[in-house]
């Protein structure tokens, strides 16, 4: 749960639907998401969950509906847009560059922040070199904040699968977001990594006050983290509220236990 | 109007014989998703073999017909073909077989060199000949609707000829015989269709060792018409744009799309060519097939590709 | 023992981030460019000069572009050969036509000309990737070929087609002995280097590298895959722009478009390829081993007594390059900097198993 008080609505998703094709991965989905709050998305696989993320983060445009981020209408908009308004993601199947280590990989979080042209860059001393230290200082405290100072000039690729979720994070956090959308983020930890990353995501939620919207798969982690809960099945929404509200609800236990529509 | 009708055919004629290189292209990359940039070099290869068995069986075996020559050479040149498509298979393609489009091309261009060399090593450098007993002497037809009727050359029609006879051929075995089927499957999922029991590793075999059969066919009909030369090794960066203006993995796309490249490219040169100075032919094939790209990627007979998140 | 980093400890996070953190590393880099610059042309020969050193240096500078845009961020281009022929072109023309213009200046102009196409060539690979944008890269070829060739405004309206450039002056220094074209395009090739390296390193190519590696992530962190695959074009242009205006100027002395075809493209980006993509030393491996390859395959046979004639030279030439591509895509695709950088680990390691 957080700690921080519950602030006003920041994101207010409305009547959004979302169609492959002829595939249909959102129907008519709405709720709101308020500030410094950890909203849980859950729901079966297939769900449309990730859509609903992709859309938030602007990689997909909804066929209809709305949405709202901080008053602003943000519903015909690109990744880039909402990354400059502070939304970050992290990925279900990480999205990791492959090719670079840790630190540059967190590193890539600041790009938007990092200023210096390239003739700068080619030159290096001077305006450029004081930017990247400034930036890898920061880098650097998230670094700390994750526990993965050892590994940071190791290429991503060869790091166990529950580190390179950390980085992940980490990227994310380099943003400095304040809408944080977490997709799967314990998929295949044990339970001390995923008692470790809830304990990422609560300190990230307690001294930054990132807003949190989270898909996850495990009901514990779900319960005790989160402050509301929103539940999708088949693309659209079938339950929406407190953990213990949403728990109790017939028809999230029906798609759970698979009972037939 | 006549010639306008010549330059139209000429350019048709032209582009039958691209088509002939881009089936090869097209064969591979449907069921593998390779582009083999080799095919031009497995054209000249052909091309190459066949000649040079024309000419040294006869004294070989010691008999004298041109007939039987020719068709010694091809069946042979048809084993070797079979043996360096799976060669190439087995030995490049193989081991990069998860790697990205871009690893394999670069793969088979090294194939294109090393057979370039091979080739030539193999075979000499010099400019061979492929008779295939067909007079030199160009037809004349429709001498009473234009006058002095339509100049057509017998090579271009006997390729045209053939090319047909090769598409029906290839749509036959793909359509009616099961290991055509098992190599639409194969070009359609691959994990599908392992997951009922297709031996990918033998339908890979089976499509080099088709594809090999086709650069011979295109290498005899280019060898005849033009000569077999080191020049037709660049060939494939002619069936490229086919293959872009086609869609890559359609065979009526190749067909299509040589036809149009061969007949762009001539009344471009015939027709533009005045006004912008020669040598559009050059690039002109490679214009059109970058604004297809833009306009329409996958070609005009392509399958649409859509990237998941 | 020797390649240890004991006792290098770093107080700050700048000295972390120079080029080669690695002591030895650097006492390694410093010597080898005293050698370049000081050794190298009191010891070698003409003949090394002009067959190896000269074509070697500027090949680099050439690769070294090309690396920047196929290796780094990704996007493949067989039309590098087009981008040396604007440089070398637009070059001839700044001066000869401009009286007065300075070697250096003319050369940056090529540069920025190959710039300008480069990013006009770039744009189709905001749309498409891989074999596609191959195709597209392979269009700007063909048809550079073509405008060089058939408009006469470039080759100052030579009735051959080729051109020529006068003896060089840098500075007043005249640039005629085989020494001084030396050390004029080391120098050259040594800046532009670090000024690779330095962007490489910074926020502009990790832009690259992430728009390589996994560009939807890449947009979703707020990177502009345009402003990254264009401004990747743009400097890989300017590069091989500066690098083909160096070839014609002072290997060439004169050339004709040829010089600059399809086979060139390859060439570069069979350099690439084995010396290491996405590697600034890779792209100085591969080009030395594409340089010396055919000198050594000509000379071996000799001395070993089995003549071969220049056409079998040839034909053994592209057997073996072909072969190697293959190998190197196999084995090990991040080429022959790779295998350096492994030998560099297990030096570290020595004499100690592990």
Redesign the interface.
């Known amino acids: 749960m957080s700690t921080r008080k519950i602030g006003e609505v920041i994101l207010d998703l409305r009547n959004i639907s979302l169609a492959f094709g002829g595939v249909k991965a959102l129907t008519d989905i709405s709720f709101d998401v308020r500030e410094h709050e950890i909203r849980a998305i859950i729901g079966p696989n297939g769900a449309g969950k990730s859509s609903m993320l992709n859309v938030i983060?602007?990689?997909y445009t909804p066929q209809q509906g709305e949405i709202i981020y901080r008053g602003e209408h943000h519903t015909h908009t690109?990744?880039?847009a909402?990354?400059?308004h502070g939304v970050?993601?992290t990925?279900q199947n990480l999205?990791?560059?492959?090719?670079?280590s840790v630190l540059?990989n967190i590193?890539?979080?600041?790009?938007?922040r990092?200023r210096?042209n390239?003739l700068q860059?080619?030159?290096?001393k001077g305006a450029?070199?004081r930017e990247?230290?400034l930036h890898?200082?920061f880098c650097?405290r998230i670094i700390d904040f994750l526990q993965i100072q050892p590994y940071r000039k190791t290429p991503v690729g060869r790091l166990p699968y529950g580190l390179q979720k950390r980085v992940d994070l980490g990227?994310a956090l380099a943003?400095e977001p304040s809408l944080l959308l977490l997709d799967e983020p314990m998929a295949g930890m044990n339970v001390e990594e995923k008692q470790d990353m809830s304990r990422f995501v609560l300190d990230v939620n307690d001294e930054f006050g990132t807003t949190i919207v989270l898909i996850e798969h495990d009901m514990g982690v779900v319960m005790d983290i989160s402050d509301r809960v929103v539940v999708l099945d088949y693309g659209k929404k079938i339950g929406d509220g407190t953990p213990d509200e949403v728990r109790s609800n017939q028809d999230v236990i029906n798609a759970y236990l698979g009972v037939s529509h | 109007m006549g010639f306008f009708l010549e330059v139209v055919l000429g350019g048709l004629m032209a582009g039958v014989l691209y088509s002939l290189v881009a089936l090869g292209f097209v064969l591979i990359f449907k069921a593998s998703g390779v582009?083999n940039f080799a095919q031009g070099a497995m054209v000249l290869f052909a091309a190459l073999a066949m000649a040079r068995l024309a000419e040294w069986l006869p004294d070989l075996l010691g008999f004298e017909s041109l007939l039987l020559a020719n068709l010694l050479a091809f069946v042979l040149a048809a084993l070797i073909m079979v043996v360096v498509a799976q060669g190439i298979e087995r030995?490049?393609l193989r081991?990069?077989v998860n790697?990205?489009?871009?690893?394999l091309?670069?793969?088979t261009?090294?194939?294109?060199?090393?057979?370039?060399?091979?080739g030539?090593?193999l075979w000499g450098?010099d400019v061979y000949k492929i008779d295939l007993g067909l007079s030199k002497d160009p037809l004349l037809v429709l001498g009473d609707f234009f006058e002095g009727g339509i100049l057509l050359n017998r090579d271009d029609i006997a390729a045209a000829l053939i090319a047909v006879a090769l598409v029906a051929v290839l749509a036959l075995f793909f359509q009616k015989t099961a290991t055509g089927r098992a190599l639409r499957a194969v070009a359609d999922d691959h994990q599908a269709a392992q997951s009922i029991g297709i031996p990918l590793n033998r339908i890979w075999v089976i499509v080099w060792a088709v594809a090999g059969f086709t650069a011979l066919v295109a290498g005899m009909v280019w060898g005849s018409k033009l000569g077999v030369q080191f020049s037709l090794a660049i060939l494939a960066?002619k069936a490229?744009?086919v293959v872009?203006v086609g869609g890559?993995t359609s065979v009526p796309g190749a067909i299509v799309g040589g036809l149009l490249i061969g007949l762009g490219e001539k009344l471009a040169e015939v027709y533009l060519g005045p006004i912008?100075?020669?040598?559009?032919e050059?690039?002109f094939a490679?214009?059109l097939?970058?604004a297809v790209?833009?306009v329409r990627?996958q070609g005009l007979f392509g399958e649409r590709i859509i990237d998941r998140? | 023992m020797l390649y240890r980093e004991n006792g290098q400890f770093k107080t700050?996070?700048?000295d972390d981030?120079q080029i080669f953190p690695i002591l030895q590393d650097r006492w390694l880099v410093m010597a080898l460019i005293a050698f370049a610059f000081i050794g190298v042309p009191m010891l070698a020969s003409e003949y090394m000069f002009r067959a190896i050193l000269i074509p070697f240096v500027i090949l680099s500078l050439a690769a070294l572009g090309l690396n920047l845009l196929v290796g780094y961020c990704g996007q493949?281009s067989l039309g590098s050969g087009a981008f040396m022929a604007v440089g070398a072109y637009i070059a001839y023309n700044a001066y000869t036509r401009v009286p007065g213009m300075p070697v250096i200046g003319a050369f940056l102009i090529g540069g920025a000309a190959a710039l300008l196409v480069g990013i006009v060539f770039g744009i189709?690979s905001l749309?498409?990737r891989?074999?596609?944008l191959?195709?597209?890269t392979?269009?700007a070829q063909?048809?550079c070929?073509?405008v060089f060739?058939?408009?006469a405004w470039f080759t100052n309206y030579s009735a051959s087609g080729s051109v020529s450039v006068p003896t060089l002056t840098v500075a007043g220094i005249s640039i005629d002995t085989p020494q001084s074209k030396y050390l004029f395009c080391l120098a050259i090739a040594t800046v532009m280097a670090l000024?690779?390296k330095?962007?490489v390193r910074?926020?502009?190519g990790?832009?690259w590298?992430?728009i390589?590696?996994?560009d939807?992530?890449?947009?979703?962190?707020?990177?502009?895959p345009v402003t990254a695959k264009l401004?990747a074009f743009a400097?890989s242009s300017f590069v091989i722009g500066v690098a083909g205006a160096m070839w014609a100027f002072v290997h060439l002395g004169s050339w004709e478009p040829l010089a600059f075809d399809?086979n060139r493209s390859?060439n570069l980006?069979f350099m690439i390829?084995i010396g290491g993509m996405?590697s600034i030393m890779g792209s100085f491996f591969g080009a030395a081993f594409i340089v010396v390859l055919p000198i050594l395959l000509n000379q071996v046979p000799a001395w070993l007594g089995v003549p071969i004639s220049t056409?079998?030279a040839?034909?053994?030439?592209?057997?073996?390059?072909?072969?190697?591509?293959?190998f190197f895509?196999?084995v090990e695709?991040h080429g022959l900097a790779r295998l350096w950088s492994i030998g560099k680990e297990k030096l570290r390691l020595w004499p100690f198993p592990h």
């Open positions: 983060s602007g990689v690109d990744p880039h909402m990354a400059t970050a993601r990925f999205a990791l560059f492959k090719g670079m540059d590193m890539t979080g600041r790009t938007l990092m210096t390239i860059q080619a030159f290096w450029a070199e990247e230290t890898r200082e650097e990227r943003m | 582009f030995l490049v081991p990069l790697q990205e489009g871009v690893t091309l670069m793969a261009l090294g194939v294109t060199y090393f057979l370039d060399g091979f030539q090593t450098s960066l490229l744009p872009i890559f912008i100075g020669g040598g559009l050059n690039w490679y214009g097939a970058l790209l833009l990627p998140v | 700050r996070y700048s981030q493949i189709p749309r498409i891989g074999l596609y191959a195709v597209a392979l269009a063909f048809f070929d073509w060739a058939r408009i000024a690779a330095n962007i910074g926020h502009v990790r832009s590298m992430a390589r590696d996994m939807v992530a890449a947009t979703v962190i707020g990177i502009r401004s400097v399809v390859l980006l390829i996405g056409a079998m040839s034909h053994l030439e592209f057997m073996i390059f072909g072969a190697l591509i293959v895509l196999i695709p």
